[in-house]
């Protein structure tokens, strides 16, 4: 499992990544491409998404607790 806690991704292009099962805790993913990307079982917790491109994004059985997802894409 990847340990990202607090990481800035910001503004990142992270099309198709995959960051299963993750430690994304705390981590800013504002304004990222997360097309096509895996966040299947991630800890998401706390992240700022604002903003972020999710369209195709898994976020399957991930802890969403406290994310911030306004103004994020779902689709085109």
Do not use: P
């Amino acid at each position: 499992m990847a340990d990202l806690k607090g990481v800035d991704l910001s503004y990142m292009c992270l099309v198709g990544c995959d960051f299963t099962n993750a430690d994304l805790e705390g981590a800013n993913l504002e304004g990222a491409d997360l097309y096509n990307a895996k966040l299947k079982g991630a800890n998401l917790r706390n992240d700022r998404l604002l903003n972020a491109k999710m369209k195709n994004t898994d976020i399957g059985a991930a802890n969403t607790d406290g994310a911030d997802f306004t103004g994020t894409i779902y689709a085109d």
